[in-house]
């Protein structure tokens, strides 16, 4: 079962997958709490302690990604207000706002190679040689009359 294996070794046996978007988001989880542990009074230790269990389930058994990225986007949330991003964001409005607009682009980028990698495989109706599974049946149902 491909959903039980670790990132390292799906990539290691060629498996194609969003190794990337799950690096990227332990990386950004990660590097959230770094303003907040400057601040030792109001470090989140218990929140700390949730994203290391959650990542290292992430990062061993690939099911476990969408667990990631919930918890991901509310823990940066949590971290950006803690951790004094609002300070740094006041301090340096020009430098923050052409980092957060160079990520949003690379994420459109990237979302946009992936939609264009799979152009082939989108849209409705009935792919070429998909019906295995009826060509199967037809003989069975063929026979049964309601």
């Given at each position: 079962m491909?959903?039980?294996?670790?990132?390292?070794?799906l990539?290691?046996?060629?498996?194609?997958?969003q190794?990337?978007?799950i690096?990227?988001?332990?990386?950004?989880?990660y590097l959230?709490?770094?303003?907040?542990?400057?601040?030792?009074?109001e470090?989140?230790?218990a929140?700390?302690?949730?994203?290391?269990?959650i990542?290292?389930?992430?990062?061993?058994?690939?099911?476990?990604q969408?667990?990631l990225?919930?918890f991901?986007?509310?823990?940066?949330?949590i971290?950006a207000?803690?951790g004094g991003?609002a300070?740094?964001m006041?301090?340096?409005?020009?430098?923050?706002?052409?980092?957060?607009g160079?990520?949003?682009?690379?994420?459109?980028?990237?979302n946009?190679?992936?939609?264009?990698?799979?152009?082939?495989?989108?849209?409705?109706?009935?792919?070429a040689d998909r019906?295995?599974?009826?060509?199967?049946?037809?003989?069975?149902?063929?026979?049964?009359?309601c």
């Open positions: 491909i959903e039980n294996q670790s990132v390292p070794f990539e290691k046996h060629g498996y194609q997958g190794y990337t978007l690096k990227l988001t332990l990386l950004a989880l959230s709490f770094i303003p907040a542990a400057r601040r030792a009074r470090f989140p230790l929140l700390f302690a949730l994203a290391a269990v990542g290292e389930m992430a990062w061993t058994a690939i099911r476990n969408t667990l990225a919930f991901s986007l509310s823990a940066i949330a971290n207000g803690l991003f300070h740094l006041a301090a340096r409005k020009k430098l923050v706002t052409l980092a957060l160079l990520i949003m682009l690379g994420s459109v980028y990237y946009g190679r992936e939609v264009w990698m799979r152009r082939q495989t989108g849209g409705l109706g009935l792919q019906d295995a599974a009826m060509k199967l049946l037809r003989p069975i149902t063929s026979r049964v009359r």
